[in-house]
């Protein structure tokens, strides 16, 4: 088995469900050992996370810190690295310049999910810097991929409720106003909609008329695939 270096520490309870259910999904596959999960928390400041998160401001500020946690996971002897965080995946460039072993990719990965599942037209939500800086419009325009996106309103109203997230706040209301939001998705032909928030899953898994698809699960999915390939 392969050693994952996690870059982790964005969203605590995130990171953990991330952590479980790659162990978990190991041991359906592979009983022969548990698998070698290494995670480092990046120290980041709360306000930088805020910044980010509700105005979409200072990113450049997360480069630092997520370098140097990648080359910390390395030197601690990951055979290679995931950070699930959709956001932050803007900077993973400068994370794979960083180091010499691979850095896997959750928008790459959630793509190639989507082409697997032939899906053409699918609805996101996600965070404002997600989509001010079109990490997945640019990966679906690559691919022939058509998408519906929240409005600006709405964009907004995530924000808070995101940031809610991060700091380990689930409140119902949170959840109702998601929930209207992919209501809006509803009768536009799509053939799912994605969560490209790694911290949405803890809001809504599931809908009772949309296919709904978690970028954290499709992305556990190819970590567990990285960890059992030999080496």
Do not use: W
């Not at 810190?65 to 290679?80: M, P």
């Not at 400068?94 to 037209?121: H, N």
Request: proline share 4%; with cysteine; charged share 25%.
């Amino acid at each position: 088995m392969k050693t994952v270096g996690v870059i982790g520490g964005l969203g605590p309870e995130t990171t953990a469900e991330f952590y479980l259910d790659i162990i978990f999904s190991c041991q359906k596959k592979d009983k022969t050992a548990r698998p070698a999960v290494i995670i480092s928390s990046v120290p980041l400041p709360y306000q930088i996370e805020e910044d980010l998160i509700l105005r979409s401001g200072g990113m450049e500020r997360y480069i630092p810190y997520l370098k140097a946690e990648a080359q910390r996971l390395e030197k601690a002897g990951a055979d290679f690295i995931v950070m699930p965080c959709n956001s932050l995946h803007v900077f993973i460039d400068e994370i794979r310049s960083a180091v010499s072993v691979p850095v896997l990719s959750i928008v790459e990965e959630t793509i190639k999910f989507l082409k697997r599942e032939k899906m053409k037209k699918v609805g996101i939500v996600s965070t404002s810097a997600t989509i001010k800086n079109k990490l997945y419009e640019n990966a679906f325009a690559k691919n022939g991929i058509e998408y519906v996106a929240p409005n600006e309103l709405q964009q907004a109203k995530m924000g808070r409720f995101i940031l809610n997230l991060v700091l380990g706040q689930q409140r119902n209301k949170d959840r109702e106003e998601l929930i209207d939001i992919i209501n809006e998705f509803d009768g536009k032909n799509l053939d799912c909609v994605i969560l490209a928030c790694t911290d949405l899953q803890l809001l809504i898994p599931s809908h009772k008329n949309l296919e709904i698809f978690d970028t954290m699960k499709i992305f556990a999915d190819a970590t567990v695939r990285e960890i059992l390939t030999q080496t």
